[in-house]
């Protein structure tokens, strides 16, 4: 037997419906939030993700699936969404003349050579927004609610934001040389990634999922020490406008992300009693120069979908995620099958969910196969009832009957579904 690639999994089932509920709620949400859906492919050139992203992130030093084709070209798949949308926006010149906040969102499958745990896969999706051409912080508070109240609207009530800001490149530059000052004389006290770090990339020391519960880690300079005035006031106005925007966020400094391209605010969304983040995002203005595009600001975020189909099935359970049907049509004979066929069409057409008797069942069997599926209805026929034009429906649940006309099922069960 061939089995999945080691960190895939095949999404079927309860899973599966909550991937499309999550997927449709987010379609409409965007809509009031004026977004414009996106698709990038797949893969792109290798380039794109070693300038985008970083050449000292772990995602490009460690996890990118990465291959020459057959024309000799070195190919990556997107290890994430940003740099793909970023790429397409340049080539495409979508920014035009524009001088309206630019936004996008896309809901994709991403590639990351990962150790596969719960929640960490090497094939993942992520939803994920883009705001170009607004400096605004303005734009920064609209896009970390908008985060958070799709969480809400997906019935996590205990979402949390936590944020914090990298300041501008004079702030970060301060802040990075206070960290190589602190750190430097205990490097041997280090894990192996983080030594590389301290040269390379010092602020992701912060992100060092091995010792960050140690005194020196505790006791490391923070961000707030040094951020430029201009840095905090940008920064205590976007906590003002999350304050009107009544959204739940706490000020954490550890928060740096793992991408190389961040300024000023970056941000998590959690659960309460949750330590695996679900989605997180931030500002990069300087993303869309760097790959070859017009000085432009930009901020977004990523939820991982994955996560989220997770955290939404453990708060519903399994039940409520049930597949449910509103009608199944019973038949026994060929006149009742040539019935059957003819009315799952019109419901159908109709908008009412209905299955019919396709694998020829005896009625007992079907009255269990239509308790399997959670059919709320069951559309009797009977042959002497239809030489009538009479049909009997029974709901599944209070046992009840009635008799309609054939030309008003539709309406009854319209009316009761
Ligand atoms: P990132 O692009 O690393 O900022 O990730 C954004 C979100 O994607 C994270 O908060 C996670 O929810 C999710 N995520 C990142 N990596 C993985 C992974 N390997 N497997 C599943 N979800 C992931």
């Known amino acids: ?18 991937y499309s509920y999550i997927s449709n709620l987010i379609d409409d949400y965007m809509i009031n939030y004026n977004y414009d859906k996106i698709r990038t492919p797949v893969f ?32 990556t798949l ?27 969102y896309y809901n994709e499958t991403m590639y990351r050579y990962e150790r596969p745990q719960a929640g960490r896969y090497r094939e993942l999706t992520q939803i994920g927004v ?29 979402a949390v934001v936590k944020l914090n800001t990298l300041g501008d490149a004079e702030s970060r530059k301060n802040y990075t040389k206070a960290l190589v000052d602190y750190f430097k004389p205990h490097v041997k006290e280090l894990c192996e990634d983080c030594q590389r770090r301290l040269d390379t990339n010092p ?29 905090i006031e940008r920064f205590n106005k976007l906590k003002e406008y999350l304050n009107i925007l009544d959204v739940d966020y706490e000020i954490n400094y550890n928060i740096v992300r793992g991408l190389d391209y961040y300024d000023h605010d970056v941000w998590e969304y959690f659960l309460e009693d949750n330590n695996l983040a679900l989605g997180g995002g931030g500002r990069y203005n300087t993303l869309i120069k760097s790959l070859d595009g017009p000085e432009m600001p930009a901020v977004g975020f990523a ?43 019109t419901l159908r057409l109709n908008n009412i969910s209905c299955e019919i008797n396709s694998t020829n069942l005896g009625l ?22 239809l030489k009538k034009g009479i049909i009997t429906i029974k709901d599944n649940k209070t046992k009840e009957e009635v008799k309609v006309d054939e030309s008003e099922v539709v309406d009854y069960l319209l009316g009761n579904i």
């Open 1 to 18: 037997m061939i089995t999945k690639p080691k960190g895939t999994y095949d999404l079927y089932g309860t899973d599966e419906r909550i």
């Open 44 to 75: 792109e050139a290798s380039e794109l993700f070693h300038r985008g992203v970083g050449e000292t992130t772990d995602i490009v030093t460690k996890e990118t699936y990465d291959f020459t084709d057959r024309g000799g070209r070195s190919i």
């Open 78 to 104: 997107r290890p994430e969404g940003t740099a793909g949308v970023v790429r397409s926006f340049i080539e495409n010149k979508l920014y035009g003349n524009r001088s309206d906040a630019i936004k996008f």
């Open 130 to 158: 883009e705001v170009f051409n607004s400096d605004d912080v303005m734009i920064d508070a609209e896009v970390i609610s908008l985060g958070y109240n799709i969480l809400k609207e997906l019935g996590l009530n205990d």
């Open 203 to 231: 602020l992701r020391l912060l992100d060092c999922k091995v010792d960050s519960d140690t005194e020196l880690f505790k006791n490391a300079p923070v961000i707030s020490d040094y951020l430029t005035p201009s840095s």
């Open 303 to 345: 939820f991982g979908v994955d996560r989220l189909i997770s955290v939404i099935k453990n708060k519903i359970g399994e039940n409520e995620a049930e597949k449910t049907l509103d009608a199944f049509i019973m038949s026994v004979n060929e006149e009742e099958r040539m019935f059957a066929i003819k009315i799952s069409q």
């Open 364 to 385: 007992k069997a079907q009255f269990k196969q239509a308790d399997r599926l959670n059919s709320k209805f069951l559309v009797l026929l009977n042959s002497e009832n």
